[in-house]
Protein backbone atom coordinates (compact mmCIF):
# COMPACT_ATOMS: atom_id res chain seq x y z
CA UNK A 1 0.00 0.00 0.00
CA UNK A 2 2.57 2.68 1.21
CA UNK A 3 5.17 1.52 -1.60
CA UNK A 4 2.52 1.67 -4.47
CA UNK A 5 1.75 5.34 -2.83
CA UNK A 6 5.31 6.57 -3.05
CA UNK A 7 6.19 5.21 -6.57
CA UNK A 8 2.88 7.12 -7.66
CA UNK A 9 3.84 10.09 -5.97
CA UNK A 10 7.53 10.08 -7.40
CA UNK A 11 6.32 9.37 -10.35
CA UNK A 12 4.04 12.96 -10.23
CA UNK A 13 6.96 14.74 -8.42
CA UNK A 14 8.67 13.65 -11.60
CA UNK A 15 6.77 15.37 -14.13
CA UNK A 16 7.52 19.05 -15.41
CA UNK A 17 5.83 22.01 -13.74
CA UNK A 18 3.38 23.80 -16.22
CA UNK A 19 5.42 27.03 -17.02
CA UNK A 20 1.51 28.62 -16.81
CA UNK A 21 1.59 26.89 -12.73
CA UNK A 22 4.46 28.58 -12.49
CA UNK A 23 3.46 32.18 -13.55
CA UNK A 24 0.34 31.38 -11.49
CA UNK A 25 2.74 30.72 -8.66
CA UNK A 26 4.90 34.16 -9.18
CA UNK A 27 2.36 35.91 -9.76
CA UNK A 28 -0.23 34.73 -6.60
CA UNK A 29 2.04 33.77 -4.15
CA UNK A 30 4.51 36.28 -3.80
CA UNK A 31 6.15 34.13 -0.33
CA UNK A 32 7.27 32.24 -3.78
CA UNK A 33 9.98 34.89 -4.61
CA UNK A 34 11.67 34.64 -1.30
CA UNK A 35 12.61 30.87 -1.28
CA UNK A 36 15.94 29.37 -2.23
CA UNK A 37 16.27 27.53 -5.91
CA UNK A 38 16.54 24.15 -4.20
CA UNK A 39 12.78 25.16 -2.08
CA UNK A 40 11.58 26.23 -5.11
CA UNK A 41 11.91 22.88 -6.75
CA UNK A 42 11.28 21.14 -3.78
CA UNK A 43 7.70 23.53 -3.68
CA UNK A 44 6.99 22.20 -6.98
CA UNK A 45 7.13 18.85 -6.71
CA UNK A 46 4.85 18.57 -3.90
CA UNK A 47 2.07 21.01 -5.89
CA UNK A 48 2.06 18.35 -8.36
CA UNK A 49 1.01 15.84 -5.69
CA UNK A 50 -0.95 17.78 -3.84
CA UNK A 51 -2.95 18.85 -6.69
CA UNK A 52 -2.93 15.20 -7.82
CA UNK A 53 -4.39 14.25 -4.28
CA UNK A 54 -6.69 16.37 -3.46
CA UNK A 55 -10.09 16.97 -4.69
CA UNK A 56 -11.33 20.84 -5.00
CA UNK A 57 -14.78 21.44 -5.55
CA UNK A 58 -16.26 25.30 -6.26
CA UNK A 59 -19.44 26.48 -3.96
CA UNK A 60 -21.91 29.34 -4.65
CA UNK A 61 -21.51 28.65 -8.31
CA UNK A 62 -17.41 29.37 -8.85
CA UNK A 63 -16.06 27.89 -11.33
CA UNK A 64 -12.62 25.51 -10.42
CA UNK A 65 -9.68 26.56 -12.04
CA UNK A 66 -5.70 26.33 -12.34
CA UNK A 67 -5.32 29.43 -11.38
CA UNK A 68 -7.45 28.46 -7.87
CA UNK A 69 -5.84 25.01 -7.22
CA UNK A 70 -2.55 26.24 -7.84
CA UNK A 71 -2.94 29.29 -5.47
CA UNK A 72 -3.83 27.59 -2.81
CA UNK A 73 -1.52 24.14 -3.14
CA UNK A 74 1.17 26.46 -3.31
CA UNK A 75 0.67 28.22 -0.21
CA UNK A 76 -0.36 24.91 1.71
CA UNK A 77 2.51 23.40 0.59
CA UNK A 78 5.01 25.99 1.80
CA UNK A 79 4.21 24.63 5.19
CA UNK A 80 5.82 21.03 3.97
CA UNK A 81 8.80 22.24 2.93
CA UNK A 82 12.10 20.36 4.49
CA UNK A 83 9.48 17.97 6.38
CA UNK A 84 8.80 14.14 5.86
CA UNK A 85 5.15 14.85 4.96
CA UNK A 86 1.93 12.50 4.06
CA UNK A 87 0.42 15.73 2.46
CA UNK A 88 -2.38 16.21 4.81
CA UNK A 89 -3.71 12.95 5.22
CA UNK A 90 -7.08 13.48 7.03
CA UNK A 91 -7.83 15.93 3.96
CA UNK A 92 -9.75 15.16 1.00
CA UNK A 93 -11.07 18.49 -0.30
CA UNK A 94 -10.78 21.89 -0.39
CA UNK A 95 -14.16 23.49 -1.02
CA UNK A 96 -13.98 27.15 -2.38
CA UNK A 97 -16.41 29.88 -2.03
CA UNK A 98 -16.07 32.88 -4.62
CA UNK A 99 -16.45 35.25 -1.39
CA UNK A 100 -16.98 35.15 2.49
CA UNK A 101 -19.60 32.72 3.06
CA UNK A 102 -21.95 32.42 5.38
CA UNK A 103 -22.69 29.62 8.35
CA UNK A 104 -24.98 28.96 10.95
CA UNK A 105 -23.16 29.10 14.31
CA UNK A 106 -24.48 28.10 17.45
CA UNK A 107 -23.27 29.41 20.60
CA UNK A 108 -23.40 27.59 23.93
CA UNK A 109 -24.57 30.34 26.52
CA UNK A 110 -24.88 30.30 30.66
CA UNK A 111 -27.76 27.79 32.00
CA UNK A 112 -27.44 25.51 29.31
CA UNK A 113 -28.51 28.13 26.65
CA UNK A 114 -28.29 27.80 23.05
CA UNK A 115 -27.98 30.77 20.57
CA UNK A 116 -28.41 30.12 17.12
CA UNK A 117 -27.39 32.93 14.57
CA UNK A 118 -25.35 33.78 10.93
CA UNK A 119 -21.68 33.65 11.04
CA UNK A 120 -19.20 35.37 8.14
CA UNK A 121 -16.30 33.20 8.03
CA UNK A 122 -13.04 33.69 5.38
CA UNK A 123 -12.31 30.23 5.99
CA UNK A 124 -12.24 27.13 7.93
CA UNK A 125 -10.40 23.65 9.05
CA UNK A 126 -12.73 20.34 9.30
CA UNK A 127 -10.64 18.39 11.92
CA UNK A 128 -11.08 15.68 9.08
CA UNK A 129 -12.10 15.76 5.53
CA UNK A 130 -12.08 19.40 4.16
CA UNK A 131 -10.86 22.68 4.08
CA UNK A 132 -13.28 25.78 3.21
CA UNK A 133 -11.75 28.82 1.49
CA UNK A 134 -13.04 32.11 0.37
CA UNK A 135 -11.25 32.95 -3.11
CA UNK A 136 -11.22 36.83 -2.76
CA UNK A 137 -9.55 36.61 0.66
CA UNK A 138 -7.21 33.55 -0.64
CA UNK A 139 -5.81 35.83 -3.40
CA UNK A 140 -6.19 38.99 -0.95
CA UNK A 141 -4.00 37.64 1.95
CA UNK A 142 -1.77 36.35 -0.10
CA UNK A 143 -1.00 39.39 -2.35
CA UNK A 144 0.66 41.45 1.48
CA UNK A 145 3.36 39.33 2.73
CA UNK A 146 3.68 41.89 5.13
CA UNK A 147 0.62 42.13 7.32
CA UNK A 148 0.95 38.94 9.13
CA UNK A 149 -2.38 37.22 7.85
CA UNK A 150 -2.48 34.85 5.00
CA UNK A 151 -5.81 32.50 5.50
CA UNK A 152 -4.54 29.38 3.61
CA UNK A 153 -1.45 29.13 5.82
CA UNK A 154 -3.44 29.78 8.77
CA UNK A 155 -6.47 26.86 8.05
CA UNK A 156 -3.76 24.22 6.69
CA UNK A 157 -1.62 25.17 10.16
CA UNK A 158 -5.02 23.78 11.05
CA UNK A 159 -4.73 20.72 9.19
CA UNK A 160 -1.18 19.95 10.50
CA UNK A 161 -2.56 20.51 14.11
CA UNK A 162 -4.74 17.48 13.51
CA UNK A 163 -2.50 15.12 11.86
CA UNK A 164 -1.20 15.10 15.59
CA UNK A 165 -4.15 13.13 16.51
CA UNK A 166 -4.86 16.29 19.18
CA UNK A 167 -6.26 19.82 17.57
CA UNK A 168 -4.39 21.32 20.73
CA UNK A 169 -1.35 23.15 19.27
CA UNK A 170 0.82 19.77 19.77
CA UNK A 171 0.98 18.65 15.70
CA UNK A 172 3.29 15.94 14.87
CA UNK A 173 7.49 17.08 15.75
CA UNK A 174 9.78 15.97 13.94
CA UNK A 175 11.66 15.31 16.96
CA UNK A 176 9.27 13.74 19.80
CA UNK A 177 12.08 14.71 22.96
CA UNK A 178 10.79 18.72 21.57
CA UNK A 179 7.44 18.51 22.83
CA UNK A 180 8.30 19.26 26.41
CA UNK A 181 9.50 22.49 25.03
CA UNK A 182 7.40 22.81 22.16
CA UNK A 183 4.69 22.74 25.31
CA UNK A 184 6.47 25.27 27.44
CA UNK A 185 7.18 27.87 25.06
CA UNK A 186 3.43 27.92 23.46
CA UNK A 187 1.47 27.95 26.45
CA UNK A 188 3.88 31.01 27.61
CA UNK A 189 3.33 32.77 24.94
CA UNK A 190 -0.98 32.23 24.42
CA UNK A 191 -0.84 33.09 28.24
CA UNK A 192 1.09 36.35 27.40
CA UNK A 193 -1.64 36.76 24.41
CA UNK A 194 -4.50 36.27 27.05
CA UNK A 195 -3.62 38.92 29.50
CA UNK A 196 -2.55 41.20 26.69
CA UNK A 197 -5.78 41.38 25.44
CA UNK A 198 -8.04 41.73 28.63
CA UNK A 199 -5.39 44.60 29.42
CA UNK A 200 -5.84 46.05 26.13
CA UNK A 201 -2.20 45.91 25.39
CA UNK A 202 -0.81 46.52 21.95
CA UNK A 203 0.41 43.40 20.63
CA UNK A 204 2.46 41.67 17.80
CA UNK A 205 0.16 38.64 17.15
CA UNK A 206 -3.40 38.90 16.24
CA UNK A 207 -5.83 39.21 19.40
CA UNK A 208 -7.82 36.13 17.97
CA UNK A 209 -4.62 33.58 18.88
CA UNK A 210 -6.10 34.36 22.56
CA UNK A 211 -8.77 32.16 21.34
CA UNK A 212 -7.83 28.92 22.86
CA UNK A 213 -4.17 26.97 21.58
CA UNK A 214 -5.15 25.71 18.42
CA UNK A 215 -5.66 29.47 17.43
CA UNK A 216 -2.45 30.29 18.62
CA UNK A 217 -0.88 27.93 16.57
CA UNK A 218 -2.41 28.95 13.50
CA UNK A 219 -2.31 32.58 14.14
CA UNK A 220 1.63 32.24 15.19
CA UNK A 221 2.37 30.19 11.56
CA UNK A 222 1.44 33.14 9.59
CA UNK A 223 3.17 35.64 11.29
CA UNK A 224 6.20 33.37 11.34
CA UNK A 225 6.18 33.22 7.38
CA UNK A 226 4.70 37.01 6.89
CA UNK A 227 6.74 38.55 9.48
CA UNK A 228 9.41 36.76 10.18
CA UNK A 229 11.99 39.18 11.88
CA UNK A 230 8.92 41.00 13.82
CA UNK A 231 8.07 37.50 15.80
CA UNK A 232 12.01 35.97 15.90
CA UNK A 233 12.15 39.94 17.79
CA UNK A 234 10.06 40.03 20.30
CA UNK A 235 8.93 36.66 21.11
CA UNK A 236 11.88 34.53 20.19
CA UNK A 237 11.61 31.45 22.23
CA UNK A 238 8.49 30.95 19.73
CA UNK A 239 10.46 31.64 16.78
CA UNK A 240 12.35 29.49 17.73
CA UNK A 241 10.38 26.33 18.41
CA UNK A 242 8.70 27.44 15.25
CA UNK A 243 11.77 27.43 13.23
CA UNK A 244 12.57 23.63 14.87
CA UNK A 245 8.97 22.14 13.71
CA UNK A 246 8.78 23.85 9.81
CA UNK A 247 12.43 23.55 9.29
CA UNK A 248 12.61 26.77 7.86
CA UNK A 249 14.20 30.04 9.31
CA UNK A 250 12.34 32.75 7.41
CA UNK A 251 14.01 35.46 9.09
CA UNK A 252 17.05 34.73 7.69
CA UNK A 253 16.46 35.17 3.99
Not at 77 to 104: A, M, N
Not at 230 to 240: A, T
Request: proline fraction near 4%; charge should be neutral; charged fraction near 25%.
Amino acid sequence: MFGLKNWQRNRLASRRFPNEWLAIVERNVPLYRRLTPDDKKELQRHILIFTAEKKFEGCAGLQITDEIKVTIAAQACILLLHRKTDYYPGLYSILVYPQSYLVQKTQHLVGNLLVEGPDIRLGESWHRGAVVLSWDDVRRSAADIHDGHNIVLHEFAHQLDDSGGKGDSTPVLQRRCRYITWARVLQKDYQKLQRDVIRRCDTLLDEYGATNPAEFFAVTTEFFFERPKELQKLHPDLYEELRHFYQQDPASL
